[in-house]
């Protein structure tokens, strides 16, 4: 279904203009956390909703802990460790750029800025899982 998708480069490219790396890196962590090609990380666009994508490439008995390497994933590449971020079902990969961004912000100019992102329920369980998860991921 991936490889019939349209491009959305053009699509991330005027959501995040000035960004364009940043968006770049999630993608490929995104894509190795789910095992898409990275070939075809720009056929993903903003609004593509996570838990959707986990869904739909999690089998009827469980995971491959994708939610666990993209997470693992973005604090390695960038140094965010979003346990610390609350998320919800509805959490997009515009959103994970986004939050991405904003540490990496509130980094420069220093602790203490509230981060303007979506807010809801990650801390220790898997979106729409009602598990939680191991090792404080």
Partial sequence: ?????????????SEFPSDMPTVDRVLSV???????????????????DVTVMYENTT???GDELQYEQLLMGIEEAFGVDFTQHNW????????????????????????????SGKK?????ARPGSGTASTGGI
């Fill in 30 to 48: 995104f894509c190795a956390a789910f095992t898409f090609d990275e070939h075809h990380k720009y056929k993903f666009a903003p609004e593509d």
């Fill in 120 to 124: 809801a329920v990650f801390r220790g």
């Fill in 59 to 61: 089998g009827p008995i």
């Fill in 1 to 13: 279904k991936i490889r019939r998708r349209p491009d959305c480069s053009a699509r991330w490219c």
């Fill in 88 to 115: 919800d079902e509805s959490f997009t990969l515009g959103d994970m750029v986004r939050t991405v961004l904003e540490s990496k912000e509130r980094d420069r100019r220093g602790a203490g800025t509230e981060m």
